[in-house]
């Protein structure tokens, strides 16, 4: 069974920086899609950024782009998202996601990690 763990959360003032790392177990994740959502207090979950399992392919939503940068180290069965110029609206708990089969970055993910708080402060 594929276990995803989050770490690297915290607290940060705005326009700083914070980078999150996700460890896959279980099984290795060189051929799977990987994925960060977020979901802030009363919204829904959103895809930030997705990357292919080569990292030649990312995704990133709108409201991220060119402050996050997703990358992936196969080696390491680990998964990171650079946050930079970080802004209130970030505020959300962060999810590491897995997509095991083919197929768009954006969509389909089939497994998830518990989630690691980002709080920033005004």
């Known amino acids: 069974q594929l276990q995803l763990v989050e770490s690297g959360g915290g607290l940060v003032q705005a326009g700083g920086s914070l980078r999150l790392s996700c460890v896959a177990s279980g099984r290795t994740v060189i051929s799977y899609i990987m994925g960060w959502f977020r979901q802030a207090p009363g919204k829904e979950r959103e895809l930030v950024a997705g990357i292919s399992w080569s990292g030649d392919s990312t995704y990133y939503a709108d409201s991220v782009k060119g402050r996050f940068t997703i990358s992936r180290d196969n080696a390491k069965n680990t998964v990171y998202l650079q946050m930079n110029s970080l802004k209130p609206e970030d505020t959300a708990v962060y999810y590491c996601?897995?997509?095991?089969?083919?197929?768009?970055?954006?969509?389909?993910?089939?497994?998830w990690g518990q989630g690691t708080q980002v709080t920033v402060s005004s």
């Open positions: 996601a897995a997509k095991t089969y083919g197929g768009s970055v954006r969509y389909g993910y089939n497994y």
